[in-house]
């Protein structure tokens, strides 16, 4: 079984990765292993853990786990939505297509960190952005089946689940706080994506499905 260890943004991600990636991933001879990104360390007791606020923070944390060397892969789980722009890189992205964007971002960050087994992964635009593959899920989940025909009308409006933006107002999680006031990420979230199913995830988010085929690929080497 080969080991990736990931660094994740925080506990929504922490979750994803052990309840909906890890067990499809373990058949194909994978075991993904998250840590939360460290927001802040402290001389006594427990660091502070999550969100991603400087790309100096994200650095040190990638250096600590690329020096196991049993591990196959080192990979990230951020969202690109709000990410920082100190970020290695940033001032150099020249596409305004979101998906070429963001894909031009992890080849910088991957290009400086210089390591052959790390990979840069960015969730497009951010995690939420998966659970508008099926909006009625949302609703069935959360027990508000009076928002499902507006949730299936903003999904409409896009391509791909991957496509709803980034606007202060408008990206995917903000949509949902404005219809779902209930809505909780570390909570919902997961359950969501549980509820759709990953195969249907991968289907309509090919951002998130090309990261998934390099995990899986970890297994055959």
Request: proline share 6%; glycine share 8%; charged share 25%.
């Amino acid at each position: 079984m080969k080991r990736v260890l990931m660094l994740v943004e925080g506990p929504t991600e922490d979750r994803f990765v052990k309840d909906i990636l890890r067990p499809h991933l373990e058949g194909k001879g994978v075991t993904p292993i998250p840590t939360i990104l460290t927001t802040k360390k402290v001389k006594s007791g427990p660091d502070f853990k999550g969100g991603v606020r400087s790309f100096q923070q994200v650095e040190g944390d990638l250096r600590s786990l690329l020096r196991d060397s049993d591990a196959a892969l080192i990979t990230t789980m951020f969202d690109y939505y709000g990410f920082p722009k100190d970020f290695h890189g940033w001032g150099d992205v020249k596409s305004q297509e979101p998906r070429q964007r963001v894909a031009e971002l992890e080849a910088s960050v991957n290009q400086h960190v210089n390591h052959s087994r790390f990979r840069a992964h960015l969730t497009l635009h951010e995690y939420e952005g998966m659970l508008f593959t099926d909006p009625d899920c949302i609703s069935a989940v959360l027990s508000a089946p009076r928002v499902a025909e507006r949730l299936r009308a903003i999904r409409a409006q896009f391509a791909d689940p991957e496509q709803i933006n980034d606007g202060q107002d408008t990206a995917p999680s903000k949509r949902l706080v404005q219809l779902l006031p209930q809505y909780q990420k570390r909570l919902h979230g997961p359950l969501v994506v549980g509820r759709i199913g990953l195969a249907k995830v991968r289907s309509e988010c090919p951002h998130f499905d090309g990261w998934l085929r390099t995990l899986e690929s970890i297994g055959d080497y």
